[in-house]
């Protein structure tokens, strides 16, 4: 090499833009291999890059040993096996890279915006009055009901526990379920009269009140 051009060309500019482009290029096509070939498969290429780098180093140290251009041979070899690499690796495109899998949530566990698979241990009479509450309204309950003796049955499609209390009858709190359960119960009711009912768990009633008029 002219040492003209070695002085003013070389050392200070071509050999800093080749030395960073080699190591672009180098990470660059790495990384496409990494992305196409198998996890597995891209450890032992990591483990064989880095014993790679390892010798070249080791070279290195015994430079004056070890001639320049063979120096540059080798590192040259390792920069194109990784660039041919990367450019198969390109033309194959990456692996399909499959997002970790959370674990199956709990059956049993249910959110805010779920409702409660109402579980059926008690057996609710034909001819129960039905409530059935969420969290927390009733979303369904009875606006005439006969007189006398009649069963309530609240059905708790909520999650937190809801109950129907009666306002004329002293507060009786005649039936109450946990969110998923059901709960029965008898009150008797005058002909004619129209009852007040709510969920006295504190701060329901605001949304959970209701009156419903007894057949005279
Ligand atoms: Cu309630």
């Given at each position: 090499?002219?040492?003209?051009?070695?002085?003013?060309?070389?050392?200070?500019?071509?050999?800093?833009?080749?030395?960073?482009?080699?190591?672009?290029?180098?990470a660059?096509?790495?990384?496409?291999?990494?992305?196409?070939?198998?996890?597995?498969?891209?450890?032992?290429?990591?483990?064989?890059i880095?014993?790679?780098?390892?010798?070249?180093?080791?070279?290195?140290?015994?430079?004056?040993?070890?001639?320049?251009?063979?120096?540059?041979?080798?590192?040259?070899?390792?920069?194109?096996?990784?660039?041919?690499?990367?450019?198969?690796?390109?033309?194959?495109?990456?692996?399909?890279?499959?997002p970790?899998?959370?674990?199956?949530?709990?059956?049993?566990?249910?959110?805010?915006?779920?409702e409660?698979?109402?579980?059926?241990?008690?057996?609710?009479?034909?001819?129960?009055?039905?409530?059935?509450?969420?969290?927390?309204?009733?979303?369904?309950?009875?606006?005439?009901?006969?007189?006398?003796?009649?069963?309530?049955?609240?059905?708790?499609?909520?999650?937190?526990?809801?109950?129907?209390?009666?306002?004329?009858?002293?507060?009786?709190?005649?039936?109450?379920?946990?969110?998923?359960?059901?709960?029965?119960?008898?009150?008797?009711?005058?002909?004619?009269?129209?009852?007040?009912?709510?969920?006295?768990?504190?701060?329901?009633?605001?949304?959970?009140?209701?009156?419903?008029?007894?057949?005279?």
């Open positions: 090499m002219n040492e003209d051009f070695r002085n003013r060309v070389f050392t200070p500019v071509l050999l800093p833009v080749g030395v960073i482009g080699g190591i672009a290029l180098f660059f096509s790495l990384s496409r291999v990494m992305l196409a070939i198998p996890k597995t498969a891209a450890t032992v290429v990591a483990l064989l880095a014993a790679y780098v390892l010798g070249v180093a080791a070279v290195v140290g015994r430079k004056p040993e070890v001639p320049g251009r063979a120096l540059g041979i080798a590192v040259g070899v390792g920069l194109v096996a990784v660039v041919g690499a990367g450019a198969v690796a390109m033309a194959m495109g990456p692996r399909e890279i499959t970790p899998t959370l674990p199956e949530e709990d059956a049993e566990v249910v959110t805010d915006d779920e409660a698979d109402v579980d059926d241990d008690v057996a609710i009479p034909d001819d129960a009055i039905e409530f059935v509450a969420i969290d927390n309204f009733y979303t369904e309950a009875p606006e005439t009901v006969p007189a006398g003796e009649v069963t309530f049955a609240i059905i708790n499609e909520g999650l937190a526990v809801h109950n129907v209390v009666i306002e004329e009858l002293g507060d009786l709190n005649v039936v109450e379920a946990d969110g998923g359960e059901v709960d029965v119960g008898d009150v008797t009711l005058e002909a004619g009269e129209t009852y007040t009912y709510y969920c006295d768990i504190p701060g329901h009633r605001e949304t959970m009140e209701g009156t419903f008029e007894v057949e005279g």
